[in-house]
């Protein structure tokens, strides 16, 4: 794979070490509520498959898809939902994975959105955090990293749907 420059924020090493942490404390906390797992496409699906693979209780999973970037590297300021779930989360406890949390709209508004489904409970799990830029309050309970306001890809984070492959996490310019 052709990498644009860079340089290496997060290495392979960290981010393994930090998911078993996170899948540990998640463990501790909903392991006795069988959570159903809402992996938000495209961007969570390798943090979020490593991480179910260390959980040791019961629990389902769900995916939804949403778009808020187009291809370009700020936010448009609207979230669509491409793909909705695909069972009702009445009375069950979520627990949300998602890549990044930046400015935070994408999280508010799916929380909004799912609350009115009165799910009993829903937590949130980030990989990343950019909390210089965030302007949506959401309550992300584990969060893996928190990094500087800086573009980053790799580890499930695309630029123009590039790189997310990459075991490590880069910032490009
Ligand atoms: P928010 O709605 O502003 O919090 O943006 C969240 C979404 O923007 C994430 O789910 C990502 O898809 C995308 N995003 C934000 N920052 C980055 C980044 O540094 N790299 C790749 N995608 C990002």
């Keep these: 794979m052709i990498l644009p420059e860079h340089e290496v924020v997060i290495g392979e090493d960290e981010i393994k070490a930090r998911i078993k942490e996170l899948a540990d404390e998640i463990s501790a906390d909903l392991g006795d509520k069988n959570p159903l797992v809402v992996v938000i496409l495209k961007g969570a699906f390798i943090f979020a498959s490593d991480l179910v693979r260390h959980f040791d209780f019961p629990y389902e999973m769900d995916f939804m898809s949403t778009s808020s970037y187009g291809s370009a590297t700020k936010s448009s ?45 829903i937590e949130i799990a980030a990989f990343l955090s950019k909390p210089a830029r965030r302007k949506y309050s959401s309550e992300v309970k584990y969060i893996g990293f928190e990094i500087d306001d800086r573009f980053v890809v790799g580890y499930g984070l695309d630029y123009q749907q590039k790189y997310r492959g990459l075991p490590y996490v880069i910032a490009i310019e």
């Design 77 to 121: 300021g609207i979230v669509k939902i491409l793909k909705d779930l695909d069972e009702p989360i009445k009375d069950r406890t979520l627990l949300i994975i998602e890549d990044i949390v930046d400015t935070g709209l994408t999280l508010h508004y799916l929380v909004q959105m799912l609350k009115l489904r009165e799910p009993e409970r």
